[in-house]
């Protein structure tokens, strides 16, 4: 079997067994793979929360951030929500922290927890018992701590180095004394997030973390530190609620949409196009099943803006199509057989195709590194049909042609 009819029957068969996994009632798939849908689809509540940084230094406002957000989505998980989103934006000089809750029941309870100020304290640890290790509250918490931040050590290490006001160096000082090569541990919202063995006393007030696996654990530990450290209470500015059966509705208006505007694409295909463009339907079939089955197995978050991303995404399939059909045609004319047409069709129309295309791609990611919410949705729909429509476009589109079209 020649190797573009093998390629073929690959593809062919990636897309049905696709198809059976896209399907949302699938009675093999469905209960193991669900899609996961957002809170514009499924109902929930949009909280928005201002973020007070008088009390932040300039240059840890960022780290206070990121920390905050952590926290909060700690929090929210706790309530079992479908698709938690929690993601950080700055209007001027005002922070704000957006909480998206899909499905939520006790929106009230929910809130109350979430505005809570983070929590940060050091514990003494028993650890003679190694899987049940007793931990030990002791006085100093995160308002003894001034800072946490990045280091590395002499070898290139990540390490982490605390500084104290006077009155926690004390503290700390005190803990480290009864804990040497002991474990002390540091608790944010009652979750455990390190813990270090006490080398030595430690007096000043300063220490270092070392043994930290990497640099982004190692970052993400100070963002955790300062979120419980430095004072920044959050406020709720605006909270927004979604019912289920609204989103439910919507859902249903979207996907009759996306049918029928690719059901209208296919007929102008046909119409226009005739055999050429059954084969661009074909195409635009093995294009939807795939790009679906990318959603669905990388658990992208299907929201009102993503579904039209990628609705929009099936009508710029074809674009491709009809540049290359466009261009078999002149080149059928000037008396090229269908083998040399349809080579010299693909060819002439790549520079055209590649640019085009490029250029929504440099845009979904601008969209995608540079919003948040919806509009990042919509921008990552956008960019996997983009790629994927490459694909379909070139390599399916042209085996399609060269099997069943050019008659060698």
Avoid: C
Avoid at 107 to 126: S, V
Avoid at 320 to 333: G, P, Q, W
């Amino acid at each position: 079997m020649k190797s573009k009819n093998l390629l073929f029957f690959i593809v062919v068969a990636l897309a049905i067994g696709a198809a059976f996994f896209v399907y949302p009632k699938s009675p093999i798939l469905y209960q193991s793979s669900p899609w996961r849908l957002g809170l514009d689809l499924v109902g929930g509540s949009y909280l928005v929360y201002e973020v007070d940084m008088s009390s932040v230094a300039a240059g840890d406002k960022d780290i206070v951030m990121n920390g905050l957000r952590d926290v909060i989505e700690k929090r929210v998980n706790l309530f079992g929500v479908a698709e938690p989103r929690v993601t950080a934006s700055r209007a001027g000089g005002n922070y704000r922290l957006n909480v998206e809750l899909a499905g939520i029941k006790d929106i009230n309870e929910a809130i109350k927890m979430i505005g809570e100020t983070p929590f940060l304290y050091f514990a003494e640890t028993d650890s003679t018992d190694p899987e049940k290790p007793k931990f030990t509250m002791t006085e100093l918490t995160g308002r003894y701590l001034k800072k946490a931040q990045l280091t590395f050590s002499q070898l290139g290490l990540p390490e982490v180095s605390l500084e104290f006001n006077d009155e926690g160096a004390k503290i700390f000082e005190d803990i480290t004394t009864k804990n040497v090569g002991k474990l002390v541990s540091i608790f944010l919202d009652r979750d455990l997030i390190e813990s270090a063995r006490v080398n030595e006393p430690i007096a000043g007030g300063k220490a270092q973390i070392s043994g930290i696996n990497s640099t982004k654990d190692a970052k993400k530990l100070v963002e955790r530190l300062n979120a419980g450290a430095l004072p920044a209470p959050i406020k709720l500015i605006n909270q927004q609620t979604l019912s289920a059966s609204l989103g439910q509705d919507s859902l249903q208006k979207t996907i009759w949409a996306g049918i029928y505007g690719t059901l209208a694409v296919i007929l102008f295909m046909l119409l226009y196009y005739h055999g050429l463009g059954f084969f661009a339907a074909v195409a635009l079939f093995i294009y939807i099943v795939l790009t679906l089955a990318v959603f669905k197995i990388f658990s992208v978050t299907m929201t009102l803006a993503g579904i039209a991303g990628f609705i929009l995404t099936i009508g710029m399939a074809v674009d491709a199509n009809i540049l290359i059909f466009e261009r078999t045609k002149e080149e059928r004319k000037r008396g090229l057989n269908k083998a040399a047409a349809v080579a010299e069709g693909f060819k002439r129309a790549w520079t055209s195709i590649r640019d085009s295309n490029l250029a929504t791609i440099l845009t979904a990611l601008i969209l995608y590194n540079f919003t948040s919410g919806f509009v990042k949705g919509f921008a990552l729909t956008l960019l996997i049909g983009v790629l994927i429509s490459m694909f379909t476009a070139i390599t399916v589109t042209r085996n399609l042609l060269n099997i069943f079209y050019v008659k060698e």
